[in-house]
C-alpha cells in the first residue's frame, strides 16, 4: 500500500543555505563595471580601476554570504579574499619592476657597442651632443660586466672551499659539540649582516692591513665573501645531512677512511644540491652594490687586475649612472646605460637561478630505471 | 693469501683523516674569526672618530648628535617597510600553503622567490624612476586630506623621494623572507591539528585561526624580526630613492636619512676623520642588526626544541 | 682465507646506559652463526662491535676483547679501518652507491682505498666477486650502468659483492634480507650457504626459520626489560637451539610464545 517515495527536489539537502556556484563570477563582473563607473567620474587609470573593483568585489561577495550563509562563512570568503588579494599585491612589484626594466632597458642593450665598449673618455661632452644633435649614445659596460665577473669569481673562489668545508666540518665532524653549534648559531647570525657592515669590515680589513684607501676588486671580492660564505655554508650542510647514512656505513664496512669516504662517497652523492645552492649564492651577491661601492671604488676604464687598482662592476655601474649622471645638464643617455646595465644584470641573476635549477636536476644521481 | 696484523695500517694512512678534519675544523674557526674580525676592524677603524672632539666631526657637535638622527631615520624606514610588508607576507604565505591548488603552490612560491632574487639597485633604481613619480599624487591627496597628522605633514615632496617611499620599496624587498619563513613554518603545522579543527565543522579560516597561526606564531615573529635586520642594513633602497636631510616627522616630505644610505653616499670620497665617521655608523648598523638576528635566531631555535618534543 | 671470532667479556655503552652486557662466545671459521632475539636486545649492536662499526654511532664504546684468531680489535694501536678491510659487513636495507656504476659498486673497496689496480685484474675481480654473489649472469651485460637501477634482491647481492670483493675474513649481515621480497630472499639465502665454504659468516636475523635453514649454529639474546641491558642467554648448534634448547626463554622464543 505504502510505497517509498524519495522526496523531489530541486537542491540536496546538503547544499542548503550556501551560494551559487557561479555567484563569484556574478560579484567579479558587477565589480568591475560599478568600478569602472565610479573611475569614470574621478578619472580613469588601469590600477585605480583594479583597486575599487577589489574591493568592491570584497564587500559585495562577505555581504551576499553573510545574507545568505552567515557570518562564520562570510568570515571565510573575507579571510579567502584579503589572502588571494595579498598575493596579487605581492605580484604587482615583481611585474612593474620587470615590466620598467625591460622598458627601460632595451633601447639602452641594443645600442651598438653596448656590451664591448667601457666607459674610458666617454665625457659629458658626448652625451650633450647625443641628446642635442642626436649623436648615437655612445659607452657601454664591457669594463663593468668584466669587473663583476671577476669579483664574484674571486669571492667564489675563496667562498666555496671555505664554506664547504665549513658544512662538513658540522655535518661529518660536528656530533652536536658546543663549537659546531656555535658557528651554526653564528652562521645563521652572519646571514644576517647588512651588505654595507660587510663593506666597511672588508675596507676596514685593508685599511688596516695594507694601508688607508686601499680600494681594489680583491676588496670587494673578500666583502662579498663574507655575504656569500653563509649562504653557501647553509645549503651545503643541508645537502650533506640528506646523503643517507648507510652510505657512509656502507663505506666504512668496506675498510675505507673517513675522508675519502667523504670525498668519494658523501660529496659525489650530494654534488649537484652542492653546486646549486653554491650557484644560488652566486646570483645573491652578484646583484649586491654597497660593498663594492665602499671597496672597489669607481671606474670607467678596464681593469683585468683584481689586485690592483679601482674596479667597475654592473651594480656599482647603474648606481653612479643614475646619482652621478656622466652629463649632469643631459642624464638621459646616463639613464639609458644605467637602464640597459640593470636588464643584463637580471639577465645574469636569472640565468643563474635557471642554472641552478638545471644543475639539481641533471647532476642527480641517476636512479637508471 | 698472507693473514695481514691488525696493527698494520694500509691505504692511505691515518694522516690523511688528520688533515681533511683539520682543514674542516678550521674553517668552522675561521668563520668565527670572520665574525670577530668584523666587530673588531669596525671598532679599531671608528676609535678615531669615536674619540675625536665634538667640533671635528661632521655637524660639529660630536659623534652622537651626527649619528642619532640617521638611528631614527633607519628605524622609520624600517618600521614602514615591516607595517606594509607584514600582512601582506603572511597573506601570501598563507596562500601559498593552504589556499592555492597543490600542483600551483610550488610555481607560485617560485614567483615569491624571485623577488628575492633581483638585486638591490634595481629596486632602487625603480623606486626612483617609477615608484616615486606615481605615488606622489598619494601624496599630495595625504598632505590635502590627512595633513593633520604629522607623519602626513604637507606640503609633500613633489619628486615622490621621500622616505615613505623609500619604505615601500623596502617593504617589496623583505616581503619574500618574511614570506618563505612563514610559509614553512605554516607547512609544519601539525596535519592532526588541522583535521581536528575541520572535522568539529570548521571553515578553512577558522581552521587556519585554530591552529595554524597559533602554532605559527613564534615563526612568524622571528621572521619579522629577520625582515626587520635586511631592512635596517638594506642600502640601495633608500640611497638611490630618498632625497635625504634632516630628521623630520613627516613621511611625505623630503627629508631624513638612514645609517646604511649616509655611508654609501659619503664612503667612497671619504677621507680621514670622516672616513672614522662612516665606520663608527657602520659599527652601531652592525651593533643594532646583530641584535635583531640574534633575537630572531633565539625565538627559531626555542620554537625548533618546542615542536621537536611533540 | 677466513677466521674465527672469539669473544670475551664485552660490555657495549651507548654513553652511560649499558646497552649489552658480558658477551662471551665463540665463532668458529668457515661456519655460519645466526644471531637471533626479540626486538632491541642488543644483537645489532653487538654485531657492529665485531667489526668496530658501532664506533661510528657517537658515544657508543665496549669494554672487554674480541679475538680475531687471537688478535684484540679492540688491542691499542688497532686501526678500525684494517680491522673492517678484514671484517666486512652487509646492511638491513641494500645500499650500492647511488653515483657509481655496478662495475665500480664492487670496486669500491679497492677504488676508494686508491689501491692501484691494472684493468684486468679489476675485471677479473669484478667478475670473481659478482660470480661469488650469484649476481653475475643477471648483471654481465649492464657492469656499466648504476647500481641503483636493480631490483631489491639484486641491490642487496651486489652489497654482497661490494664486501667480498675487498677480500675479507669474516663476513657480518644485519638482517640482510628484511627488506627483500620472498623470492629475492630465497637468493640469498642459497648464496650464504655458498659463502660458509670460504668465510666466516655471521647473520642477525628476526626470522627464525631463517636461523633454521641457514645457520650452523644459533645464539639467542634476549633483554629483561626496556632500560635493562641486553644479554646472550644460550648458545649452540642450530639443531640443538630449535629443538632441544637448555633455557626456558629460548624455548618460549623458538616455540613462538613471545617476541
Known sequence: MTSTLTPVRKRSALTKGQLPKFAPYVVLALALVVGAAIMAVIGFNAFGWGIVSAILFTAGLVGWSAAVEGGRKAKDKLATCLVVGSFLVALLPLISVIWTVLVNGLPGLLDPGFLTTSMNGVTGAFDNKSVEEGAPVVGGIYHALLGTIQITLLATVISVPVGLLTA?????????????????????????????????????????????????????????????IPVVVRSSEEMLKIVPNELREAAYALGVRKWRTI????????????????TLAIARVIGETAPILVTAGFATNINSNVFSGWMASLPTFIYTQILNPTSPSNPDPSSQRAWGAALVLIILVMLLNLGARLIARIFAPKTGR | ??????????????????????????????ILAVLFGVALFLVVQAIPALVASPDKIQGGEGFFAYIWPIVIGT???????????????????????????RGLASGLGYVIDLLAAIPSVVYGAWGAAFLAREISPAYDWLANNMGWLPIFQGPASATGKTILTAGIVLAVMVLPIITSLSREIFLQTPKLHEEAALALGATRWEMIKMAVLPFGRPGIVSAVMLGLGRALGETMAVALVLSSGALTASLIQSGNQTIAAEIALNFPEASGLKVSTLIAAGLVLFVITLGVNMIARWIISRHKEFSGAN | MSKRIDVKDLNVYYGKFLAVEDVNINIEAKSVTAFIGPSGCGKSTFLRTLNRMHEVIPGARVEGEVLLDGDNLYGPGVDPVTVRSQIGMVFQRPNPFPTMSIR??????????????????????VERSLQGANLWNEVKDRLAKPGSGLSGGQQQRLCIARAIAVEPQVILMDEPCSALDPISTLAIEDLINDLKDQYTVVIVTHNMQQAARVSDRTAFFNIAGTGKPGKLIEVGDT?????????????????????
Open chain 3, 239 to 259: 639443531h640443538t637451539i630449535f629443538s632441544n634448547p637448555t633455557q626456558k626463554a629460548t624455548e618460549d622464543y623458538v616455540s613462538g610464545r613471545f617476541g
Open chain 3, 104 to 125: 665500480d659498486n664492487v670496486l669500491a673497496g679497492v677504488k676508494l682505498n686508491n689501491q692501484k689496480i691494472s684493468k684486468g685484474e679489476a675485471d677479473a675481480l
Open chain 2, 75 to 101: 628605524v622609520i624606514a624600517a618600521v614602514i617597510a615591516l607595517v606594509i610588508a607584514t600582512p601582506v607576507a603572511i597573506g601570501v604565505a598563507l596562500f601559498i600553503s593552504h589556499f592555492a591548488p
Open chain 1, 168 to 228: 662538513i666540518y658540522l655535518v661529518e665532524y660536528g656530533e652536536d659539540r658546543p663549537l659546531a653549534r656555535a658557528i651554526t648559531f653564528f652562521v645563521d647570525v652572519m646571514t644576517g649582516i647588512p651588505s654595507i657592515v660587510a663593506g666597511l669590515f672588508a675596507a676596514a680589513f685593508f685599511f688596516a692591513v695594507v694601508g688607508p684607501g686601499t680600494k681594489t676588486g680583491a676588496v670587494a671580492a673578500v666583502a662579498l665573501s663574507v655575504l656569500m
Open chain 1, 263 to 278: 670525498l668519494k662517497v658523501v660529496i659525489p652523492t650530494a654534488i649537484s644540491g652542492i653546486a646549486s645552492g653554491v
Open chain 2, 1 to 30: 693469501m698472507t693473514t695481514t696484523s691488525l696493527t698494520q695500517s694500509r691505504g692511505a694512512g691515518r694522516a690523511g683523516d688528520k688533515v681533511f678534519s683539520g682543514a674542516a675544523l678550521a674553517a668552522g674557526c675561521l
